[in-house]
């Protein structure tokens, strides 16, 4: 018998965290049953609409786009507790519908959202046409309704609904999950629906795909509420949400069948297909004068042509005309003219552009048009790398601009098009593995530490080295053998394996894209819906990237280039000495840039920074940007074996040997090694007779690895290279040689507009030393770590950083002379309002002459300073040179009476918030008389208040409200020291070994001392040097009584420590101390070791070995493993036996391990002490 039936209320994994089904599940569940039709109604989004039309064609089955709307009842307009929503859902018919939807579904993020995303009535009666509305579930309107006795308003409501609708296409809604108010409910809408005539229809509102995922979607529920699996007072998944059977639907609602034909009878109203018309171009408007877009880029391109080359020659005019003629094959003459309007209008307002990013450096006519600004025959770069005219797709010009003024191009493009016309994109965050996994662990309570060891055990899991198996929870699992093993164990194991593996994958959280933004020929909300997020202020595509051109919008990256802004900045101040200097017109092979590279002196240097890439410059030795644009493009995951080749040909290009003579142009440039993309693509050209298209679609496909498509490839390639004249032997080998450079080899183009740029700055860094680093420190302002570095590389290049000064700091950090000035913005507290205040009133009058000079001229300007930030200025020195003979101590004394005196006089309130200089008259011109400073002062309790900065008060200032020292270094008196004992360099703990043993010198700030959970005491501190800071951890080995009061009394102080680095991956290093070092009281300049061993154990001489005592009931899977680790991490010489159940149990000698004498002071031994670990003895020979 057949049981004719649609399901209409369905969940995805976009009713995010509340749904657990993938759309294609969705699909293929229906298909499989025999369904005609499935609808999607997720709450509140649109999200997964075009994913899961997608799916439903490729199984066979119509898609019905709806969605779960929320509708308030008040109006989208009132955010009040008793007009929050109700429930709804609508299903579109055809593009009118679904026109509205995405309208309605917009609206509701943007204008609507209170908790949920909601319409209302104002809306729906605007905006209903082509839409079917049903009453939904329980949350519905008329369903609140009913079952709370309103059952005239219910009628009210469900005739207004079918008037708007239109007769046949608003449904009333029953379920049966098992919930009391249902029966109540269903008995009520089929006697409102014989009553008023409207059709009724049976649904069920599905959250997961079968009966047995209802634990699987409650665990994805609490993931969302934040909640434990075992609470009680929670959120909970519903009974029966499940994907039933039609004859399980007719089981429930036999007594009323006509609800469950009705189903199908709506699905056979919807014959939407979301149209997917791949990307429209914006409506570009070209001058009268020009009959269409391509003519119009023609004209442009030939007159950049111009002022790019003193001569243009046939060649280029031969390529510019081929590249014009395919752009026009492939209509896009309309896109390269948005982007060149874009980009011209950015140049022409002072804003820098990168000189190229991607593949597109490769376009002589992106070059005539400006676009970027590398030379592509100069460099020899592709055109079909960027646009293959053998494979249309859409061209992708990812564009950098100056990262403090790329709002302003997004902003002229928004004014350009309409605002409604252009929008952000959406991204979707997934559960990946270790996040699933950690996720699952959380809700069924599983204690963090074997949560930890359990990620962390993902990361040691080895797969197969072909590549045929991905990581995820599944294959972990089944290759790791230590979570093999605790899955094999059952109970919460297995659940958390089993739940992770099903929801890996799901979306769980959404974003913003950070740079894209799409552009559409007509309104955005035609093509896709929109949504407003919160986070970035936004408004965004609720479709993702991948999407959104099938839809017709097209895309654009906007990307913010904090080098550009240094740049600019460092040009700035040299135009300021050299007003001709321009950046664009530096010489190519300057002597002195080239020095600096092979020097490695790199440090501030864009993408050729890092320390690897400094040692790999001096062995490389460049001279010339064909040089920087190989290293930038070798120094990277996979081609970087190739590095050593590339030198050792460069030393000795005369011995350099090439495959076959006609390669050899192509792979001179660097040094017989295969480096880009493009040169995989011109070998098959020369050698195999491709065209460059047909070399693009090659090197795709080798970059996939498709075996079908690589065989395909291979035998075009082999008969290509016979009917040039080679041997199919040799044909067959290079095409293997080529294989996986066509994997590892990068895109030159990017490389060469990316090295250009890493040549203008070490142009800079090379000549103009101070300026360039000045650019640097205020661009790493608000970045710590980076901050101090780049001080630190200051000095060591002998340019002197002069502490801020009130008549000669500007905002950001400025160079005259060599001399670096600080800048105002650099100090803690004082806003960018504040500093640019104290500019103007300055310019007013050339230059302040006195601390009240200052006070008296900014009240006179009407400047707005609180006593807070004047206290601020004063404590970082900025007084110092106009005050000389007044400390710092004095005028912070007299400050407050020096404002107070302004304030009396201007009749002011003493609000400390409030603007002190905020006058109405003329100050008065009363002199102000300076008060003596005492020395100290008795409050009210009779305790000392002392008023004269100590050095070391004076230091700590400089330091929290400049980020550095300026006149000194508490750990100056410890320099010598400091440098013959110092292992390990604070300015840089990358790549560190976490089995060394370091010795670290520095002030001892922030100490915190805690309890354990265990009852044993820790404490954290920061120690810093000259360099940089660290983190340090004492465990409880170390916190004796009486290391716990002389710590205490270190905070401020120089101390010593000895230990090993906690590296855990995703966050920073940490030293756990290991010994302690004091000053010694009678020569502060010495810091020796601690008179008490902190280190000495009870009854240790000489040990041999190591007895390690396990409590029997404590060991498991995870504890085992996680000693296993600690143990792992130990690299000493004293072997180890473990005991199961004290002395006289079971004795298991470890071979493979020795620890070291110190072990029990790693913090993973230490945290399974009294857990696992008894008690250990170390076995001595006396």
């Known amino acids: 018998m057949e049981y004719p039936f649609v399901h209409l209320h369905n969940h995805s994994e976009f009713s995010l965290l509340d749904g657990s089904i993938r759309v294609e599940d969705l699909a293929k569940k229906a298909a499989s049953l025999g369904m005609p039709a499935i609808a999607l109604t997720d709450h509140g989004n649109m999200f997964g609409a075009l994913y899961f039309q997608k799916a439903c064609q490729k199984v066979g089955i119509k898609p019905i786009i709806g969605c779960e709307v929320y509708i308030a009842p008040k109006g989208r307009h009132i955010r009040s507790k008793d007009n929050r929503y109700y429930h709804m859902c609508l299903f579109c018919m055809n593009e009118t519908g679904y026109k509205n939807l995405l309208y309605l579904t917009s609206q509701a993020s943007i204008d609507g959202f209170y908790h949920r995303p909601r319409i209302d009535d104002e809306l729906l009666q605007a905006h209903h046409e082509g839409l079917i509305c049903s009453s939904a579930c329980l949350g519905g309107e008329i369903a609140q309704h009913l079952i709370n006795n309103r059952y005239e308003i219910a009628k009210e409501r469900a005739l207004f609904y079918r008037d708007l609708?239109?007769?046949?296409?608003?449904?009333?809604?029953?379920?049966?999950?098992?919930?009391?108010?249902?029966?109540?409910?269903?008995?009520?809408?089929?006697?409102?629906?014989?009553?008023?005539?409207?059709?009724?229809?049976?649904?069920?509102?599905?959250?997961?795909?079968?009966?047995?995922?209802?634990?699987?979607?409650?665990?994805?529920?609490?993931?969302?509420?934040?909640?434990?699996?075992?609470?009680?007072?929670?959120?909970?998944?519903?009974?029966?949400?499940?994907?039933?059977?039609?004859?399980?639907?007719?089981?429930?609602?036999?007594?009323?069948?006509?609800?469950?034909?009705?189903?199908?009878?709506?699905?056979?109203?919807?014959?939407?297909?979301?149209?997917?018309?791949?990307?429209?171009?914006?409506?570009?408007?070209?001058?009268?004068?020009?009959?269409?877009?391509?003519?119009?880029?023609?004209?442009?391109?030939?007159?950049?042509?111009?002022?790019?080359?003193?001569?243009?020659?046939?060649?280029?005019?031969?390529?510019?005309?081929?590249?014009?003629?395919?752009?026009?094959?492939?209509?896009?003459?309309?896109y390269f003219l948005i982007v060149w309007d874009f980009i011209d209008w950015a140049r022409k307002a002072n804003i820098s552009v990168g000189p190229g990013r991607g593949s597109g450096a490769g376009s002589i006519v992106a070059y005539a048009l400006k676009?970027?600004?590398?030379?592509?025959?100069?460099?020899?770069?592709?055109?079909?790398?960027?646009?293959?005219?053998?494979?249309?797709?859409?061209?992708?010009?990812?564009?950098?601009?100056?990262?403090?003024?790329?709002?302003?191009?997004?902003?002229?493009?928004?004014?350009?098009?309409?605002?409604?016309?252009?929008?952000?994109?959406?991204?979707?965050?997934?559960?990946?593995?270790?996040?699933?996994?950690?996720?699952?662990?959380?809700?069924?309570?599983?204690?963090?530490?074997?949560?930890?060891?359990?990620?962390?055990?993902?990361?040691?899991?080895?797969?197969?080295?072909?590549?045929?198996v991905k990581l995820s929870v599944a294959s972990a699992r089944q290759y790791n053998p230590f979570l093999k093993g605790l899955y094999n164990k059952g109970d919460n194991y297995a659940k958390l394996f089993d739940v992770a593996a099903k929801i890996e994958g799901l979306t769980r959280n959404i974003g913003t894209h950070a740079c894209g933004k799409v552009i559409g020929r007509s309104p955005v909300v035609d093509y896709v819906p929109l949504i407003f997020d919160q986070k970035s202020n936004s408004i965004n595509t609720a479709f993702e990237s991948k999407i959104i051109e099938d839809c017709g919008l097209v895309k654009m990256d906007f990307l913010g280039l904090k080098t550009l802004s240094i740049i600019d900045n460092t040009v700035a101040m040299i135009q300021k000495v050299h007003p001709e200097f321009s950046i664009n017109t530096i010489p190519e092979d300057d002597a002195l840039t080239f020095k600096l590279f092979c020097e490695g002196k790199t440090h501030s240097i864009f993408q050729f920074e890092s320390e690897g890439m400094q040692k790999i410059l001096k062995d490389?030795?460049?001279?010339?940007?064909?040089?920087?644009?190989?290293?930038?493009?070798?120094?990277?995951?996979?081609?970087?074996?190739?590095?050593?080749?590339?030198?050792?040909?460069?030393?000795?290009?005369?011995?350099?040997?090439?495959?076959?003579?006609?390669?050899?142009?192509?792979?001179?440039?660097?040094?017989?090694?295969?480096?880009?993309?493009?040169?995989?693509?011109?070998?098959?050209?020369?050698?195999?007779?491709?065209?460059?298209?047909?070399?693009?679609?090659?090197?795709?496909?080798?970059?996939?690895?498709?075996?079908?498509?690589?065989?395909?490839q291979e035998q075009i390639f082999i008969e290509g290279a016979v009917a040039n004249g080679h041997s199919k032997e040799s044909a067959a080998e290079l095409f293997q040689i080529l294989l996986p450079f066509a994997g590892y080899g990068f895109n030159k183009s990017h490389a060469a507009a990316y090295s250009i740029l890493a040549y203008q700055t070490a142009y800079l860094k090379a000549h103009f030393p101070a300026e360039f680093m000045a650019a640097n420190l205020s661009n790493d302002m608000n970045a710590p770590k980076a901050f101090l570095k780049c001080i630190d590389e200051t000095r060591s290049m002998g340019i002197s950083i002069q502490p801020p000064e009130i008549n000669h700091s500007h905002e950001h950090f400025t160079a005259e002379d060599n001399v670096i000035y600080y800048g105002l913005l650099g100090i803690k507290g004082l806003g960018e309002t504040a500093a640019a205040d104290i500019i103007k009133a300055r310019s007013k009058v050339g230059r302040f002459t006195s601390f009240l000079h200052f006070l008296e001229t900014m009240a006179k300007e009407k400047y707005t300073l609180n006593k807070r930030v004047i206290e601020t200025l004063i404590l970082a020195g900025l007084f110092d040179q106009i005050e000389p003979n007044r400390s710092r101590s004095f005028l912070r004394y007299n400050h407050t009476f020096a404002i107070d005196w302004a304030i009396k006089l201007n009749n002011m309130d003493d609000d400390p918030n409030q603007s002190l200089f905020d006058f109405t008259e003329e100050l008065s011109h009363t002199p102000f008389q300076y008060i003596e400073m005492p020395e100290w002062e008795e409050d009210e309790h009779g305790s000392r208040i002392h008023h004269q900065l100590t050095t070391e008060e004076t230091l700590a200032f400089e330091h929290d409200i400049l980020g550095f020292y300026v006149s000194g270094h508490p750990l100056e008196p410890y320099r010598q020291e400091w440098k013959s004992k110092q292992s390990l360099n604070l300015l840089d703990l990358d790549n560190l070994n976490k089995t060394s043993i370091y010795t670290v010198i520095g002030i001892m700030k922030h100490l915190q001392v805690r309890p354990t959970k265990k009852g044993s005491l820790m404490a954290s501190a920061t120690l810093e040097d000259f360099n940089g800071s660290i983190t340090i951890v004492f465990f409880s080995k170390i916190l004796t009584d009486t290391n716990n009061s002389?710590?205490?009394?270190?905070?401020?102080?120089?101390?010593?420590?000895?230990?090993?680095?906690?590296?855990?991956?995703?966050?920073?290093?940490?030293?756990?101390?290991?010994?302690?070092?004091?000053?010694?009281?009678?020569?502060?300049?010495?810091?020796?070791?601690?008179?008490?061993?902190?280190?000495?154990?009870?009854?240790?001489?000489?040990?041999?070995?190591?007895?390690?005592?396990?409590?029997?009931?404590?060991?498991?899977?995870?504890?085992?493993?996680?000693?296993?680790?600690?143990?792992?991490?130990?690299?000493?010489?004293?072997?180890?036996?473990?005991?199961?159940?004290?002395?006289?149990?079971?004795?298991?000698?470890?071979?493979?391990?020795?620890?070291?004498?110190?072990f029990f002071l790693d913090p993973q031994i230490i945290d399974l002490k009294k857990s696992l670990i008894e008690n250990w003895e170390f076995v001595a020979t006396c």
């Open 165 to 334: 609708f239109g007769e046949g296409n608003f449904y009333l809604e029953i379920q049966h999950h098992g919930y009391p108010e249902e029966d109540l409910n269903r008995k009520l809408m089929i006697q409102l629906s014989q009553e008023t005539g409207i059709p009724i229809i049976a649904t069920n509102d599905i959250h997961y795909l079968e009966q047995e995922d209802k634990e699987t979607n409650d665990i994805l529920i609490c993931i969302g509420t934040q909640r434990k699996f075992h609470e009680t007072n929670r959120m909970m998944a519903a009974d029966n949400c499940y994907f039933r059977t039609a004859e399980e639907m007719y089981a429930l609602f036999h007594d009323i069948p006509e609800a469950l034909a009705n189903t199908v009878e709506l699905a056979n109203k919807c014959h939407l297909v979301i149209p997917e018309s791949g990307p429209v171009l914006p409506h570009y408007e070209i001058p009268d004068t020009f009959n269409n877009p391509t003519e119009y880029l023609r004209h442009l391109v030939h007159k950049g042509l111009k002022d790019r080359y003193s001569e243009v020659t046939q060649e280029i005019l031969d390529r510019a005309e081929f590249e014009i003629q395919t752009i026009d094959t492939m209509h896009f003459s309309g």
């Open 371 to 468: 676009i970027t600004d590398v030379d592509p025959l100069k460099y020899n770069l592709l055109f079909e790398r960027f646009l293959n005219p053998e494979r249309i797709s859409m061209p992708d010009f990812d564009i950098d601009f100056n990262d403090e003024r790329r709002d302003e191009v997004i902003e002229y493009v928004t004014q350009k098009y309409g605002s409604d016309h252009v929008a952000g994109i959406t991204t979707f965050g997934t559960l990946a593995t270790k996040a699933a996994l950690k996720d699952v662990a959380r809700v069924l309570d599983i204690p963090f530490n074997e949560s930890l060891q359990i990620t962390k055990a993902i990361d040691e899991t080895i797969l197969p080295d072909d590549g045929s």
């Open 620 to 712: 490389a030795q460049p001279n010339s940007i064909e040089d920087l644009i190989a290293l930038n493009a070798l120094y990277r995951p996979g081609p970087m074996q190739f590095i050593p080749e590339f030198i050792k040909g460069k030393r000795s290009p005369n011995r350099v040997k090439y495959f076959h003579s006609s390669l050899k142009e192509i792979l001179k440039p660097t040094y017989g090694v295969i480096v880009y993309q493009e040169q995989v693509m011109q070998v098959a050209q020369v050698y195999a007779g491709y065209s460059l298209g047909g070399a693009d679609l090659l090197r795709r496909a080798m970059g996939k690895k498709k075996k079908e498509e690589m065989d395909k």
């Open 1046 to 1158: 002389l710590l205490r009394t270190r905070e401020g102080k120089a101390i010593g420590v000895q230990g090993k680095l906690e590296l855990d991956r995703g966050s920073d290093p940490q030293l756990i101390v290991e010994n302690l070092f004091l000053p010694e009281e009678n020569d502060p300049s010495v810091i020796t070791k601690d008179d008490h061993d902190i280190t000495t154990d009870q009854g240790r001489n000489q040990p041999q070995a190591v007895n390690m005592f396990l409590l029997e009931q404590a060991i498991n899977e995870v504890s085992l493993h996680a000693l296993k680790i600690a143990l792992n991490r130990q690299k000493g010489t004293l072997p180890v036996t473990l005991f199961i159940g004290g002395k006289d149990g079971c004795a298991i000698p470890l071979s493979d391990i020795a620890l070291s004498e110190t």
